[in-house]
């Protein structure tokens, strides 16, 4: 059974800094790609970071320069390094993973950053 489990998450000031970890049940490398979402209050849940099994990153256009997504095979871990967090960024924070035609999802963890 696969699970997802993030942690890091919480509360911050603007221009601050947060590293998001998501840890696997299985080994990441069998997932097709794995991300990060994220759902504001009263807004649809939006990617934020996508990395493919090859290594290929993308980024909404709104946090690129700012955020970092990664993976640590050995440890079947997924980060997010954010860096100049703004407002804005304040959301449920989601990791997930796709196999094949399956999209797993971890609970969601929380960042508010402050004004």
């Known amino acids: 059974q696969v699970r997802l489990v993030e942690s890091g998450g919480g509360l911050v000031q603007a221009g601050g800094s947060l590293n998001l970890s998501c840890a696997a049940s299985v080994s990441i490398s069998t997932f097709n790609t794995m991300g990060w979402y994220r759902q504001a209050p009263g807004k649809q849940r939006r990617l934020v970071a996508n990395i493919s099994s090859g290594s290929t990153t993308t980024y909404e256009d709104s946090v690129k320069g700012r955020f970092t997504i990664s993976r640590d095979i050995a440890m079947n871990t997924l980060h997010l390094q954010m860096n100049g967090l703004k407002p804005e960024d304040t959301a449920i924070y989601y990791c997930?993973?796709?196999?094949?035609?399956?999209?797993?999802w971890g609970q969601g963890t929380q960042v508010t950053v402050s004004s």
């Open positions: 997930t993973a796709r196999r094949r035609d399956f999209r797993y």
